[in-house]
């Protein structure tokens, strides 16, 4: 079982950047797919990328692709998500979660969850 804790959000300012970090406490993170999700106030939790077991494989939504990356090191049992030129609707709760199956977009395919970090970002 993987307990996971999201660290690293906060205030920024349009235009800005901040990384994620979400730190896994069991002992088979690299068997894991890693994704990382957002919640917008009044709206559905989306997903926004993902990793391969291996950090070999990305996946991203389109409202991220070329200004969020994502990264894992399992050494450190660590997955990181990397964001820069923020916008004002990238203000989000953002989860990271866990998958044992194959890389997903689907929210009913992670089986485990963070509590999630906020991020803000001012126009």
Known sequence: QEHLVESGGGLVQGGGSLR???AASGRTFSGYVMGWFRQAP???REFVAAVSRRGDFTYYA???KGRF???RDNAKNTVYLQMN???P???AVYYC???RGIMSTLLSDYD???QGTQVTVSS
């Open 42 to 44: 009044g709206k559905e």
């Open 85 to 87: 030129s923020l916008k």
């Open 69 to 71: 990356t994502i990264s």
């Open 97 to 99: 979660a866990a998958d």
């Open 20 to 22: 994620l970090s979400c």
């Open 62 to 64: 389109d409202s991220v």
């Open 112 to 114: 485990y969850w963070g």
């Open 89 to 91: 609707e990238d203000t």
